[in-house]
């Protein structure tokens, strides 16, 4: 009789899905590696934080059914996409016109706590991300508020890792460039991933 409320293959599977929907490159991912690149990992752990917040407001809204009631409201679907798209576009620039990590240490305001929250709010693989992760696996049986908790906060170990990972490889990837140009020039490669990416979540 099993009695464990997570069943070793329900949380590998749920686990598995996860690193790949959350851990592929995507606006928030890029964006961080971009961060860690243009201005180091210290100073986008704001940004980072944000980005954490805005998916546990998205995992909240997911799995109380709110997104298909604020998908239903007119042009609400169009609004999200145009404000993130924005934003991106915003965030790129900014990224590909920062010097390189080592010239930008002060006087160049590097994303913000509330640029990460809102990245994540308007981003749209977030959503269907995490619409998929909560309606396709269930580790605890029978559903509800407990099952929709336990995923919530596997989820968020995972995200943490991945978004710390992405943010360290851009810092550390740059530090070791010697030339100033080719640093820029990873920024400016940075940006054009990430707008590539903008691309993509809106197909």
Not at 71 to 80: E, G, N, T
Not at 126 to 133: G, I, K, N, T, V
Not at 172 to 191: C, D, G, H, T, W
Request: aromatic share 8%.
């Amino acid at each position: 009789m099993e009695t464990s409320l997570f069943p070793l293959q329900d949380l590998l599977s749920y686990t598995l899905a996860a690193f790949a929907l959350v851990g592929s490159p995507g606006p928030a991912t890029l964006s961080l590696a971009a961060t860690g690149a243009a201005f180091g990992a210290r100073r986008g752990l704001g940004y980072l934080l944000g980005i954490e917040a805005g998916m546990i407001v998205i995992m909240i809204i997911t799995s109380t059914g709110v997104m298909g009631a604020l998908m239903a409201v007119p042009r609400a679907a169009p609004l999200i996409t145009s404000l993130g798209a924005a934003y991106i576009l915003f965030l790129a620039y900014k990224i590909a016109t920062s010097k390189s990590f080592k010239a930008t240490k002060e006087g160049h305001a590097s994303p913000s706590f509330l640029g990460g929250l809102f990245l994540s709010l308007v981003n749209p693989k977030a959503y269907a991300s995490l619409a998929a992760l909560f309606s396709g696996f269930v580790l605890i049986k029978g559903g509800g508020w407990d099952d929709a908790l336990a995923k919530g906060i596997v989820l968020l170990v995972i995200l943490t890792l991945v978004d710390l990972a992405w943010l360290c490889l851009g810092s550390v990837l740059v530090q070791r460039i010697k030339s100033a140009k080719v640093a820029r020039l990873v920024n400016v490669i940075f940006a054009v991933l990430l707008l590539v990416s903008v691309a993509f979540a809106l197909v």
